[in-house]
């Protein structure tokens, strides 16, 4: 009787923590929506303390392109970052319900 509790418990802690992760992942795939393309400069006036130490637009449409360029790299690679991490979390979250589900009918045949 007490391996059938245990298990039981087992397998409701399980339940809660795969969509718990699963939410952490949809929160990673979110983030890895709403990456900006930073081209490195400000257009006109400074907004904040930290615009003020970027440079201003280039003059050289060369100079901008490149700008746009690794602006655009950047970040694509933080976005990849944020959806590799939201892809491991949502195989834990895939690992775990099922766990839940195999502790859950094993307690069940004890």
């Not at 100079?63 to 950047?74: E, F, L």
């Amino acid at each position: 009787m007490k391996c059938l509790k245990i298990a039981s418990i087992v397998s409701i802690i399980l339940a809660l923590a795969g969509p718990t992760v699963g939410l952490c992942a949809a929160y990673y795939w979110w983030k890895a929506s709403n990456v900006k393309t930073d081209p490195g400069w400000r257009d006109g006036p400074p907004q904040s303390a930290a615009d003020a130490t970027k440079p201003i637009r280039p003059v050289d449409p060369q100079q901008a392109d490149a700008g746009w360029i690794v602006g655009m790299m950047s970040a694509a690679s933080e976005s990849a970052r944020l959806n590799a991490t939201a892809a491991r979390l949502t195989a834990a979250a895939v690992l775990l319900s099922a766990l839940s589900g195999v502790v859950g009918a094993l307690a069940g045949c004890l």
